[in-house]
């Protein structure tokens, strides 16, 4: 790098900076592709069962236009699957978990139209914490009518025993 001197180094510094920060606000902007496999979500989620259905999304967190920065390894993973028929009761019917309505917030842009219509959402803390291990934050809803789980999690862990 001889001939650039300080001030060139510094500029080329200062403009791969930019370049970065452009780079990344604007892939968070444009939203991210919806995903429809199945197999990294049931190697996360494996109570849930066989899934089918899916459509979700894997998201970099501290990438969005707020600036914000939790961590460089911290996922965001969201979206809907449907469960085999009758899962959902079954999930459902154990007393302990306490099963109230609820509402999925914070539902992404891109999966908005793969919400079921009509759905009649239910949550349980207890359930919550089943599906996590308290190993990472998530929220599980869940739609008897339709067998459908609504899920946002953050640095979901590969069960073991579920493969690589």
Known sequence: M???GRRGVLSLGAA???AACTSTTK????GGEVRTDVKPLERRFPALGPLSRAHW???ALGTDSRGS?????DVRVVGTAR???GAVAALTAAPHRSFQPGTPSRVPDELVEFMPAGARWVCSDTFDRDMTGERYSGAFLL???TDTVYFDTTNPRVSAGSGP
Do not use: F, H, Q, Y
């Not at 892939?27 to 444009?30: E, I, Q």
């Not at 920065?69 to 390894?73: E, I, M, N, Q, S």
């Open 69 to 73: 920065v939790p961590g460089p390894t």
């Open 27 to 30: 892939g968070a902007d444009s």
């Open 57 to 59: 999304l894997g998201t």
């Open 143 to 145: 739609d008897p009518g």
């Open 83 to 85: 469960l085999r028929a």
């Open 2 to 4: 001889t001939g650039l």
């Open 16 to 18: 791969v900076v930019l």
